[in-house]
């Protein structure tokens, strides 16, 4: 056994320096840009934030129906070059760091049997039984709403009703669509104003769209807490009358 606990807490070291590893080489390839061929249409990618222009003279070359084609395409091209500079700098370069101090798991099993052992018995085994009896029922119910839910787009528009950005749950763009007759006399700042305003408010909600706790507002939510923390799940058995 204790050959099996000095494994597990080998992995969780080697895991917890692979993170702060991958965080901090992610932290050295700082922002990303590119341009589409005809250099009026810029895209800067710094994690989390993402800002598109339009240039000036964009209608010199590039048609109205193309636009969020070409912005889309270029959008694309940012999000490959920085995945591929966060590849580079962590296989090739990857710091060596120390893992961060793992919670001593004598702490947990100590406050763990102190809950249980002052617990009233009856309380505790009819509160095991329903959670039991809970999360049997409802588990594919909540894959399947938290399914759902990484599946949502979420779009914004701007004021005008001119550009229309539409976000997946982790803040990508996968639409765009702009107003081609309004595109036929708007310049490279209105283009560029529009679009960061129909962004703003898909990332919005976006944000509101996403719980503290991933269980939460699904059929296990009462239970959302004390699946991330095993103490906390044995106070929530623990607990009441």
Do not use: C
């Amino acid at each position: 056994m204790a050959h099996d606990n000095d494994a597990i807490y080998e992995l969780h070291d080697q895991l917890m320096k692979k993170t702060v590893q991958m965080r901090e080489a992610l932290e050295q390839t700082g922002s990303e840009t590119a341009e589409d061929p005809t250099g009026q249409v810029s895209v800067r990618f710094d994690d989390p934030s993402i800002e598109i222009t339009i240039g000036t003279f964009w209608r010199a070359s590039i048609r109205p129906e193309e636009l969020s084609g070409v912005i889309l395409e270029t959008v694309n091209t940012v999000l490959l070059a920085r995945l591929h500079a966060w590849g580079a700098s962590f296989s090739n370069d990857a710091p060596e760091v120390a893992a961060p101090p793992a919670p001593s798991p004598a702490i947990a099993a100590n406050e763990i049997n102190e809950l249980v052992e002052s617990a009233d018995g009856d309380v505790f085994h009819r509160n095991v039984n329903r959670f039991i009896e809970t999360f049997s029922k409802e588990l594919n119910s909540t894959l399947s709403q938290l399914s759902e839910r990484a599946a949502q787009v979420h779009g914004g528009e701007d004021s005008g009703g001119n550009a229309q950005v539409d976000l997946d749950s982790r803040g990508t763009i996968v639409g765009l669509r702009l107003d081609e007759t309004w595109l036929r006399t708007a310049d490279g700042r209105d283009v560029t104003d529009a679009i960061r305003s129909a962004l703003s408010k898909a990332q919005t909600s976006v944000a509101a769209a996403t719980p503290a706790l991933p269980f939460e507002g699904t059929p296990l939510a009462q239970y959302a807490e004390g699946m991330a923390d095993p103490v906390e799940m044995i106070r929530m058995l623990t607990r009441g009358g």
